[in-house]
């Protein structure tokens, strides 16, 4: 069994054919009660999505964390496929990091995998000292063995794109993880490819002024990020930054995941675009816009033009299809990109958003649609909100999709997903010619937890998918 060789799969298509790899049964969902009004502390949920148990559609399991107001965000694992041979490691804690509190819970999901328990907590005055960083957004494991946390900014909310390294076995913070003096202005992101030996991220905001909401005025001022930074792997010093455009605020940055690949792909929430970044022959990166989400004439909303708000990308783990989530115009899109030089839209479901009919919003000039979409409904429930995190099946037939951006902004657009709890929904998607149609049996409602609606955000599966697992 591969098991024995290490955690996670030799290869990208191991992980997506390979016989080891059984449909998904659990995933694990933070869910957040920050903004929300209720005072109860953030919790880890487990849900089933075994379409043979009893328990399908269900959350069997819910970690609370033991301080409230944390903002549980993006999670990664202690050890994944950069680990792979290494028969000493295995992926049995779930990392945890809280984007508000600055606080990192390492949660053992290993004992057992239906019931999660907390193994350690790191307090935020060990990222503020060692570090002099906070905001940690998201983690990656390291074939070294240690974990890798990106950070948004320092303990006074100003923005630092920094990292903190953990150590993989004690979850001690080791300290920082670049070298030398030059830092960018912003972080969020990041992905490393170390056969070409380098590190990406991504900037999102100055963390005090986006902690509680979105004010366009703040992009003016140069609050907001616009850059892919590049980082040296081998000597952890930042070497480049790719201007993306102002305004743009990348987030989530995917390479292919082979990794002789050099090339990927990054979504940029306000400019509502996907740019290509590749190594160029001189041997420094570049970037192209690839794809680009018109924004909608609108009257009855905060602007008079609404951008599409691309909030997650992920890739298909043979390199094929690129998915990406519009939270505000609500619909879910699937892109052939054989030619990563130009994706080819394939498939494209609407899953709520803010332009649906009957709605505050009305919709005066689209360059894509001939009338705004109908209200989304699943099982009787209409969906507030709009699609943000997703998440894919290993062998790239399921796509998982939760409706929670981020409390201070989803009270801010969404108030109603405030109130009635987030969603979790499955996408069918066609792997030979592209396309994506709902799966109408599938809907988790965190509206009807015990202690009252929850916002639900980024899924993982136990064994590794395709947005944690990084290939050496």
């Not at 990222?127 to 320092?154: E, Q, V």
């Not at 380098?198 to 850059?227: C, I, Q, R």
């Not at 999709?401 to 109603?416: A, E, H, I, N, R």
């Amino acid at each position: 069994k591969c098991g024995a060789c290490g955690p996670g799969y030799a290869t990208p298509l191991d992980a997506m054919k390979g016989k080891y790899c059984p449909r998904e049964e659990i995933v694990y969902l933070p869910c957040i009660y920050r903004n929300t009004g209720i005072e109860k502390p953030d919790y880890l949920a487990t849900v089933d999505v075994d379409p043979k148990s009893p328990c399908y559609c269900q959350v069997i399991h819910r970690l609370p964390m033991p301080n409230l107001k944390d903002e549980l965000h993006h999670s990664g694992w202690n050890a994944c496929s950069s680990c792979f041979g290494d028969a000493t490691k295995r992926r049995n804690r779930l990392i945890l990091p809280s984007l508000i509190s600055s606080r990192v819970y390492v949660v053992d999901v290993g004992t057992d995998s239906r019931a999660p328990r907390i193994h350690k907590i790191v307090e935020p005055v060990e990222l503020f000292w060692k570090g002099n960083a906070a905001n940690p957004h998201t983690s990656h494991c390291l074939g070294s063995g240690d974990i890798l946390i990106s950070c948004l900014g320092d303990p006074s909310g100003n923005g630092k794109g920094s990292f903190i390294l953990l150590d993989g076995e004690t979850f001690e913070v080791k300290g920082n993880w670049e070298n030398g003096g030059k830092v960018p202005a912003l972080g969020y992101d990041f992905w490393y490819q170390p056969r070409h030996n380098v590190l990406m991220s991504t900037e999102w905001g100055v963390p005090k002024f986006l902690a509680d909401g979105f004010n366009p005025a703040d992009v003016e001022k140069g609050l907001y990020g616009h850059h892919i930074n590049v980082w040296d792997w081998s000597t952890h010093t930042f070497i480049q930054a790719i201007d993306l455009g102002k305004g743009s605020i990348p987030l989530e940055i995917r390479f292919l995941h082979n990794p002789d690949a050099a090339e990927g792909f990054v979504g940029c929430a306000l400019s509502s675009a996907v740019h290509r970044f590749y190594k160029t022959q001189k041997g420094d990166w570049a970037a192209e816009k690839v794809i680009e989400v018109p924004s909608k004439k609108v009257q009855g909303w905060l602007l008079p033009d609404m951008p599409g708000l691309i909030t997650d990308i992920l890739i298909s783990l043979d390199d094929r299809f690129l998915y990406f989530s519009n939270w505000l115009h609500g619909d879910i899109r699937q892109y052939d990109i054989s030619n990563t030089r130009q994706p080819k839209l394939v498939g494209q479901v609407f899953l709520g958003g803010s332009i649906v009919k009957g709605g505050p919003v009305t919709v005066v000039e689209d360059k894509e649609l001939q009338c705004q979409p109908e209200p989304f409904v699943i099982k009787g429930k209409r969906v507030p909100g709009g699609p943000q995190m997703i998440q894919l099946s290993l062998d790239g037939k399921r796509l998982y999709v939760t409706t929670s951006l981020y409390s201070g902004w989803d009270k801010q657009f969404y108030p109603d997903l405030v109130k009635e709890g987030s969603v979790m929904l499955q996408i069918d998607v066609d792997t030979e010619r592209g396309g994506l149609k709902v799966n109408k049996n599938f809907l988790v409602d965190f509206g009807k937890e015990p202690d009252g609606p929850v916002l639900a955000h980024e899924i993982r599966y136990p064994g590794g998918d395709c947005s944690s697992d990084i290939w050496m």
